[in-house]
């Protein structure tokens, strides 16, 4: 079975689950993408504001293809010769968090600061990925270990992604306001998660 189709299946569930009068699981109604007019052309419309937010150097600076963190709006390498590590949290002695605290700080070129600052699993890299590839990994549960809802719940939510909307001073934050984005994604995920042809874009 697709992911797609396992989605399907779960918000069918979910859905039917309201109906009766088991309380759990609730879907969350701010999560739950409805059903889109227009289908999978409006699908990949979303998926094109998807699709710029995510590959925007304040996300794709923590999600490299690489071992190192990129940082700037020309998304270079991580200075100090900073690396990934074992566990996406920097190598002994620099640690991310040796660094990074907690919340940002009042002046530029300080270390931006959030809740456990770490780089994404290289599984889930957006540098270096077409629209077609980053929506093939979004689907693929083997890359994300997250299914469709909890992708939304995670981009409404995660301080980390909010972090790109407030990313202290000196660094400017994604251009696309956070509410569009993940309207943008629901409407993805609410299309079936349509997957853009190859060379589009
Ligand atoms: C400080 C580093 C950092 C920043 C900045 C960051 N992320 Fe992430 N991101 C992570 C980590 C770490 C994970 C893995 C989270 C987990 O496993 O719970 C992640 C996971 C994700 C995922 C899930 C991917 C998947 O395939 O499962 C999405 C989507 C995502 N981030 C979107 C964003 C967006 C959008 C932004 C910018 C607005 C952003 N991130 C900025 C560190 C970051
Ligand atoms: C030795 C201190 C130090 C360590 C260790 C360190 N950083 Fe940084 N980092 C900084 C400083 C300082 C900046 C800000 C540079 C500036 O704005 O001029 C920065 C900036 C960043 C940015 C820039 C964001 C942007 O969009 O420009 C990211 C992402 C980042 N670090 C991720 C990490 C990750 C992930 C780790 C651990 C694997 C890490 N850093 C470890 C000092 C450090």
Known sequence: MTRTLRGLAALAL???LLGCSEPDPQPDPEVEPVAV???APAGLQAFDTVYAVLTHPR?????????RPLQFDDSRSHALNVQRGPDDRGRVGMRCTTCHQQANHDSP????????WRLAPKAQAFEGRSPRELALQLSDPEQTHMTF??????V?????VGW??????????VPVAREEFVAA???WVAAEAPIPEEGSK
């Open 109 to 116: 070129h300080l270390p931006p600061g959030s809740p456990v």
């Open 164 to 173: 790109g909307w407030a990313p202290g001073p000196g660094r400017a934050p």
């Open 14 to 16: 979910g859905t039917a």
């Open 149 to 154: 809802e909890e992708l939304v719940a995670h």
């Open 156 to 160: 409404r939510d995660d301080a980390l």
């Open 37 to 39: 007019a227009g289908g």
């Open 59 to 67: 996300c794709m600076n923590c999600h490299p293809a690489g071992d």
């Open 185 to 187: 994604f629901k409407a």
